[in-house]
């Protein structure tokens, strides 16, 4: 799948994980949260596709560059590279579940607090770690990967 269009990812509603390497310190402005500063890095963002299009239309969107922002992702998306998408069709309900998962990596973080957390209440979709998160958190969730 190349960066903005949607290959042969399912068009089924499930959950995906973008992996994303930010290759400098900045300041973005996020929605309700204000102005956060973002460490560079390495992040994952654990999101649910839902609408129409299910995964592939959502996948696609986040690999596009010129988007309208949306979503709190949408910010980060604007200065980090998105290296891999990790996901799993299906209609259970899991993106705290699947962040939970992750922060617990050895020397993960959620971060910021409540970043694409919106319609929910637990501490955040976006989990920085301090290198490639590899394939196996990834697998341990019963994800695939998607792209590239």
């Known amino acids: 799948m190349d960066r903005g269009s949607e290959g042969a990812v399912s068009r089924a509603g499930g959950l995906y994980a973008l992996v994303c390497v930010l290759p400098r310190a900045v300041t973005i402005s996020v929605g309700r949260l204000g102005e956060v500063a973002f460490p560079a890095g390495w992040y994952v963002y654990v999101g649910s596709a839902r609408g129409p299009g299910g995964l592939a239309a959502r996948v696609g969107r986040h690999l596009r560059r010129a988007k309208r922002v949306r979503w709190h ?76």
């Open 73 to 148: 992702v949408d910010s980060l998306l604007a200065w980090a590279e998105v290296r891999e998408v990790w996901g799993k069709a299906g209609d259970a309900p899991g993106e705290c579940a699947w962040a939970a998962a992750l922060a617990q990596a050895p020397g993960a973080r959620r971060w910021p607090p409540g970043f694409g957390a919106s319609d929910c209440r637990c501490p955040g979709h976006l989990v920085a770690f301090p290198g490639a998160p590899g394939a196996e958190p990834f697998r341990a969730l019963g994800a695939e990967r998607l792209w590239p």
